[in-house]
C-alpha cells in the first residue's frame, strides 16, 4: 500500500461549482498535512497546511482532515477557471528530520 | 525577491552526456531538495540538503549527485545521461532546519535525453 494516494484526474467541473479533492494515507503518525497547488508548467505552491484533525478555511479553500479514517479532503467553493490546476496532498510526521510525503496530484478543470 | 531560481529551463542531452543544472534561493533558506516530476509517478525526492555543507540521499538518487555550492545555491549533476532520466526537474528550499516546513519551488528544468 502506497502511503499516500490520489485520485490523478482529471476532474472536470462547471466553473461555480464546489470541488472536492481528497487523498488518503497509511501512516496513522502523519500530524502535518498540506495542499500544494500548481499551474500548468510552473513549480508547486503551498495553498494551505493543517496540523491534526479538523477544518480550515482560506477564502473560498477548506481544508479538512479525518484521521480516524485516514482521509483529507480540499474543497473549493464558487470554482472559477483560474482554479484550474493540478493539486497535490502532502503529509508528514512532526519530527525535524521528517520529510514532506507528497500525493502524486489530482489534475483539475474548471469549465467556463 | 526572485525567490527559487533554476536554469536552464529546457535542455535536451544524448545519451551519455553529462550537464549540471543550477538552482539558487535569495530567501536565506537552510535547506534545499532537488526533485523529478514524471507523469504518474508525482514528485520524488532526489536529494536534499538540510544545512550549508550538508547533503543526503533521498528516494531515487541513483545516476545524479549534488553539490552544495553555499547556503545559497545547490546543484544537481548528471555525470552519464540515460533517457530514463528525461523529466521535469524541480528545485525547492525551505527555511529549515525541519524538513517538513513549508517548500518553496523553482519553475523547473524540462530535460529530455536522447
Known amino acids: 500500500q502506497k502511503e499516500v494516494e490520489q485520485d490523478p484526474g482529471p476532474l472536470s467541473v462547471p466553473e461555480g461549482a464546489i470541488v472536492s479533492l481528497n487523498c488518503t494515507y497509511s501512516n496513522s503518525a502523519f500530524q502535518y498535512f498540506m495542499w500544494y497547488r500548481q499551474y500548468s508548467r510552473k513549480g508547486p505552491e503551498l495553498l494551505m497546511y493543517?496540523?491534526?484533525?479538523g477544518n480550515k478555511e482560506d477564502g473560498r479553500f477548506t481544508a479538512q482532515v479525518d484521521k480516524s479514517s485516514k482521509y483529507i479532503s480540499l474543497f473549493i467553493r464558487d470554482s472559477q477557471p483560474s482554479d484550474s490546476a493540478t493539486y497535490l496532498c502532502?503529509?508528514?510526521?512532526?519530527?525535524?528530520?521528517?520529510?514532506?510525503?507528497f500525493g502524486k496530484g489530482t489534475r483539475l478543470h474548471i469549465l467556463p | 525577491n526572485a525567490g527559487v531560481t533554476q536554469t536552464p529551463k529546457f535542455q535536451v542531452l544524448k545519451t551519455g552526456q553529462s550537464m549540471t543544472l543550477q538552482c539558487a534561493q535569495d530567501m536565506n533558506h537552510n535547506s534545499m531538495y532537488w526533485y523529478r516530476q514524471d507523469p504518474g509517478m508525482g514528485l520524488r525526492l532526489i536529494y536534499y540538503s538540510a544545512s550549508e555543507g550538508t547533503t543526503d540521499k533521498g528516494e531515487v538518487p541513483n545516476g545524479y549527485n549534488v553539490s552544495r555550492l553555499n547556503k545559497r545555491e545547490f546543484s544537481l549533476r548528471l555525470e552519464s545521461a540515460a533517457p530514463s532520466q528525461t523529466s521535469v526537474y524541480f528545485c525547492?528550499?525551505?527555511?529549515?532546519?525541519?524538513?517538513?516546513?513549508?517548500?518553496?519551488f523553482g519553475p523547473g528544468t524540462r530535460l529530455t535525453v536522447t
Open positions: 525547492a528550499s525551505s527555511e529549515g532546519p525541519n524538513l517538513n516546513y513549508e517548500q518553496y
Open positions: 493543517t496540523y491534526s484533525s
Open positions: 502532502a503529509m508528514s510526521l512532526l519530527n525535524r528530520d521528517d520529510k514532506i510525503i
